[in-house]
């Protein structure tokens, strides 16, 4: 996952989902991630703006199904912007764990 801006489309986490504790919304951006990445070539930046904190439900159902669905070169064509750093570490400690029991590579 990187983390510069690209030229291609920029998804806004909360105009996807309403909170980012639940599966349910977990789900959303999922369906929202696939979509993006499987619609085009370029980058897709997903903007955390004015998020406060992941929970593990959320990002089972988020990242980590990406993730195991396809795997970790799909996951480089996802950038992240207003980010804060202990959220990138969630993020990059997660994908590093998801890595590890992945049955995608």
Same mark, same amino acid.
Request: aromatic fraction near 8%.
């Given at each position: 996952?990187?983390?510069?801006?690209? /030229?291609? &489309?920029?998804?806004?986490?909360?105009?996807?989902?309403? /909170?980012?504790? @639940?599966?349910?919304?977990?789900?959303? =951006?999922?369906?929202?991630?696939?979509?993006?990445?499987e619609v085009?070539?370029? &980058?897709? @930046?997903?903007? =955390?703006? /004015?998020?406060?904190?992941?929970?593990?439900?959320? =990002?089972?159902?988020s990242f980590?199904?990406?993730?195991?669905?396809?795997?970790?070169?799909?996951?480089?064509?996802?950038?992240? @912007?207003?980010?804060?750093?202990?959220?990138?570490?969630?993020?990059?400690?997660?994908?590093?764990?998801?890595?590890?029991?992945?049955?995608?590579?």
């Amino acid at each position: 996952m990187n983390t510069t801006i690209s /030229n291609g &489309p920029v998804l806004q986490l909360f105009d996807i989902v309403d /909170n980012t504790l @639940t599966n349910t919304d977990g789900l959303k =951006l999922f369906l929202a991630l696939r979509h993006a990445l499987e619609v085009q070539n370029a &980058p897709v @930046t997903l903007s =955390l703006l /004015n998020l406060t904190a992941f929970s593990s439900s959320f =990002l089972n159902s988020s990242f980590g199904a990406l993730y195991e669905q396809q795997g970790r070169e799909l996951m480089k064509r996802i950038r992240l @912007t207003n980010y804060k750093p202990a959220q990138l570490q969630v993020l990059k400690d997660y994908l590093a764990d998801a890595a590890k029991h992945s049955k995608a590579e």
